[in-house]
Nanobody, 125 residues
Framework: QVQLVESGGGSVQAGGSLRLSCAVS????????MGWFRQAPGKEREPVAT????????YYDDSVKGRFTISHDNVKHTMYLQMNSLKPDDTAMYYC??????????????????WGQGTQVTVSS
């Protein structure tokens, strides 16, 4: 089993920055897919940025490329999402997710078995 706990959300003005963290406990193997997904009110959950903890593979949604950076600390078993140049369209609940398998299609939401409770990000104009 894997437990995921997000932190770092909040309210910022457009153009500001936030850093989300996702602490992993339980099965902390460093050979799986992990990622950040978000869900705005009335919309479906969508991938934001994902990675494989055992290789350099990364995925970014086009809407966040050049503004967001995903990373993972294999020693601290923590994943991060640095969000810069935030826009009101980035407002959503952000969820951390992880797979039980060592492989996945990075942006495929259905491949992720474990989910955190979410952290709210609100960007005002």
């Amino acid at each position: 089993q894997v437990q995921l706990v997000e932190s770092g959300g909040g309210s910022v003005q457009a153009g500001g920055s936030l850093r989300l963290s996702c602490a992993v406990s339980g099965d902390t193997k460093n050979n799986r897919c992990m990622g950040w997904f978000r869900q705005a009110p009335g919309k479906e959950r969508e991938p934001v940025a994902t990675l494989h903890t055992g290789n350099p593979s990364r995925y970014y949604d086009d809407s966040v490329k050049g503004r967001f950076t995903i990373s993972h600390d294999n020693v601290k078993h923590t994943m991060y999402l640095q969000m810069n140049s935030l826009k009101p369209d980035d407002t959503a609940m952000y969820y951390c997710a992880a797979t039980s398998r060592s492989w996945c299609v990075l942006p495929n939401l259905g491949d992720y078995n474990y989910w955190g409770q979410g952290t709210q990000v609100t960007v005002s104009s």
